[in-house]
């Protein structure tokens, strides 16, 4: 990343020094190098947010966020991964979809369906 690109995605009002903003570019480097495929674009978003706003906030705050975000993320995957197999057990069983097909829509493994069903 160059420096013109990093102080573009920091926007006008990103209340850094100049020396944080080499040392964001310098974290912005490490960051691209643990993350260097064309996919991991989201996870070196996510990483560079979070180095930019321990930079400019609390870290105790940072980390409380953070870490209720992340139990909330995995209370709704739970509550989601529950929701769909009651869905796969009532649709298949009364012949409205099949494991295959379920397994594909809802983005599970099939095997993971047959254990639902008690099949495996």
């Known amino acids: 990343m160059q ?6 995605w920091l926007g006008d009002d990103h209340g850094l020094t100049g020396d944080q903003i080499d040392e964001l570019l310098h974290t912005a480097d490490d960051i691209a190098e643990q993350y260097p495929d064309a996919d991991d ?9 979070a180095a930019y706003r321990l930079m ?5 705050e940072l980390i409380a966020e953070l870490a209720s975000e992340r139990v909330n993320a995995r209370l709704a ?3 989601a991964f ?7 057990v009532t649709r298949i069983n009364s012949g409205d979809a099949t494991e295959a097909g379920f397994a594909k829509q809802a983005g599970i493994d099939r095997m993971t369906v047959r254990k ?3 099949k495996r």
């Open 3 to 8: 420096r013109y690109e990093l102080e573009a």
């Open 116 to 118: 639902w069903l008690g």
């Open 56 to 60: 400019t906030e609390a870290p105790e």
């Open 41 to 49: 674009r989201d996870d070196r978003e996510a990483a560079l947010t």
């Open 82 to 88: 529950i929701s769909l197999r009651q869905i796969a």
């Open 77 to 79: 995957e739970q509550k």
